[in-house]
């Protein structure tokens, strides 16, 4: 199956290189014949009929990949379509040759026909909303922001049906994300186990009295990549208990908890982010077993203790998974403020991490921001390391 595979890439390799080389020797060949420019420009002529070689070539190259693509999952019999969306995804990026409008995905609907997939255009925010909501819109379907859409006031998705397929921004945005309410999970989507890419809110005012919140989303065990929030805020507001537990905690300005293989990439932070209570992160609040990478903060972060610039508890686990936080940079500054009821609590604030636990990496990371805390353990990097499974790396 590797073998044919390669032998099909290269072929198409092979075939994309001709077609030009061959373009180019008879331009040439016309001109030294004494054959005009304006013959070889005219409608139907030289330069035209390339064109629409070229473009067919091209589709024909993308039905190729695609039947590859649909042919490997058979023979693999997997069970999971999530890598096949993916695929598909960069197919339709590579075939746009940038941003992605309607009639692409027009084009390229037609190609999935036989596949029984179809991608989506998302205009405005209802059709947000219809997201694992209507049948036409499954929580695992394939969606392509084509517009900027002014205003979203409710979450996609929820914890117990997370957003499992492919949303691509595409460029857009969202002008205004406004969430207020008293429950965990909260963001522009709830919870992700599969693909968020390319989205950006200009405008984030998410506020609640739970835990795993955050810009672009509450709970992430997926993708998140290329993602911006501007401005704004995102808060929780949960105060911990006599016992010093509750679940108002876990608050990120991209994601409130990214843990079990869940990534985040290339995503930046403008916002304030504040938690009254633990796990406040300027990227994600808790990342346990999983990874963020090439992340950058600017926003103020402000909470109680484990605080971090980008992330406030990095937390792996022994033959489970580390938990990763490599080449980040912060500028924001970073607070700490221990307040008289929580006996318990130690601040642990730094400007990378704030408490980097079981097998926390951090690797390549820079802070600029200034970090204050009011009690121990704070720290330009990591306000403190595990004494055992702890490592940080330069």
């Given at each position: 199956?590797?073998?044919?595979?390669?032998?099909?890439?290269?072929?198409?390799?092979?075939?994309?290189?001709?077609?030009?080389?061959?373009?180019v020797t008879i331009i040439i060949l016309l001109?030294?014949?004494?054959?005009?420019?304006?013959?070889?420009?005219?409608?139907?002529?030289?330069?035209?009929?390339?064109?629409?070689?070229?473009?067919?070539?091209?589709?024909?190259?993308?039905?190729?990949?695609?039947?590859?693509?649909?042919?490997?999952?058979?023979?693999?019999?997997?069970?999971?379509?999530?890598?096949?969306?993916?695929?598909?995804?960069?197919?339709?990026e590579e075939m746009a040759g940038g941003e992605?409008?309607?009639?692409?995905?027009?084009?390229?609907?037609?190609?999935?026909?036989?596949?029984?997939?179809?991608?989506?255009?998302?205009?405005?925010?209802?059709?947000?909303?219809?997201?694992?909501?209507?049948?036409?819109?499954?929580?695992?379907?394939?969606?392509?922001?084509?517009?900027?859409?002014?205003?979203?006031?409710?979450?996609?998705?929820?914890?117990?049906?997370?957003?499992?397929?492919?949303?691509?921004?595409?460029?857009?945005?969202?002008?205004?994300?406004?969430?207020?309410?008293?429950?965990?999970?909260?963001?522009?989507?709830?919870?992700?186990?599969?693909?968020?890419?390319?989205?950006?809110?200009?405008?984030?005012?998410?506020?609640?009295?739970?835990?795993?919140?955050?810009?672009?989303?509450?709970?992430?065990?997926?993708?998140?990549?290329?993602?911006?929030?501007?401005?704004?805020?995102?808060?929780?507001?949960?105060?911990?208990?006599?016992?010093?537990?509750?679940?108002?905690?876990?608050?990120?300005?991209?994601?409130?908890?990214?843990?079990?293989?869940?990534?985040?990439?290339?995503?930046?932070?403008?916002?304030?982010?504040?938690?009254?209570?633990?796990?406040?992160?300027?990227?994600?609040?808790?990342?346990?077993?999983?990874?963020?990478?090439?992340?950058?903060?600017?926003?103020?972060?402000?909470?109680?203790?484990?605080?971090?610039?980008?992330?406030?508890?990095?937390?792996?686990?022994?033959?489970?998974?580390?938990?990763?936080?490599?080449?980040?940079?912060?500028?924001?500054?970073?607070?700490?403020?221990?307040?008289?009821?929580?006996?318990?609590?130690?601040?642990?604030?730094?400007?990378?991490?704030?408490?980097?636990?079981?097998?926390?990496?951090?690797?390549?990371?820079?802070?600029?921001?200034?970090?204050?805390?009011?009690?121990?353990?704070?720290?330009?990097?990591?306000?403190?390391?595990?004494?055992?499974?702890g490592k940080l790396h330069k």
């Open positions: 199956n590797l073998q044919l595979k390669n032998k099909k890439k290269q072929k198409l390799k092979e075939k994309g290189i001709t077609l030009i080389a061959l373009v001109i030294l014949a004494g054959v005009t420019l304006n013959i070889a420009l005219s409608g139907d002529g030289l330069f035209s009929k390339a064109r629409q070689a070229a473009d067919e070539y091209n589709q024909k190259s993308i039905e190729e990949k695609l039947q590859l693509m649909y042919a490997e999952k058979i023979m693999e019999d997997n069970d999971s379509s999530s890598n096949v969306k993916s695929d598909v995804t960069s197919v339709l992605i409008t309607q009639k692409d995905i027009e084009e390229f609907n037609k190609l999935l026909e036989p596949y029984n997939e179809e991608v989506k255009g998302i205009i405005s925010a209802d059709e947000l909303a219809k997201i694992g909501q209507d049948e036409k819109y499954p929580i695992d379907g394939v969606y392509v922001q084509l517009s900027d859409i002014e205003r979203l006031e409710e979450k996609i998705g929820s914890e117990e049906k997370p957003f499992e397929g492919i949303y691509n921004g595409n460029g857009k945005s969202i002008k205004e994300l406004s969430i207020t309410t008293e429950s965990d999970c909260e963001g522009m989507f709830a919870k992700n186990e599969g693909t968020i890419k390319n989205v950006t809110i200009n405008s984030c005012q998410v506020n609640s009295n739970g835990g795993r919140i955050g810009g672009i989303v509450g709970f992430n065990k997926g993708l998140i990549e290329n993602c911006t929030v501007s401005s704004g805020s995102v808060v929780s507001n949960g105060k911990a208990n006599d016992n010093g537990t509750k679940d108002g905690s876990r608050v990120g300005g991209i994601c409130g908890e990214n843990r079990e293989g869940g990534i985040i990439r290339n995503c930046i932070n403008y916002a304030n982010v504040k938690g009254m209570y633990k796990l406040v992160g300027g990227i994600c609040g808790y990342n346990r077993t999983a990874s963020i990478e090439k992340c950058r903060n600017i926003g103020e972060i402000n909470g109680e203790h484990q605080v971090g610039g980008i992330v406030g508890d990095a937390d792996g686990e022994p033959g489970a998974g580390d938990s990763l936080i490599s080449e980040c940079i912060n500028e924001g500054d970073i607070m700490g403020n221990v307040e008289e009821f929580l006996e318990t609590a130690s601040g642990q604030v730094g400007g990378i991490c704030g408490y980097a636990w079981k097998n926390a990496l951090v690797i390549k990371c820079e802070n600029k921001g200034n970090v204050n805390l009011n009690v121990n353990y704070v720290g330009g990097i990591a306000g403190i390391l595990h004494r055992i499974y």
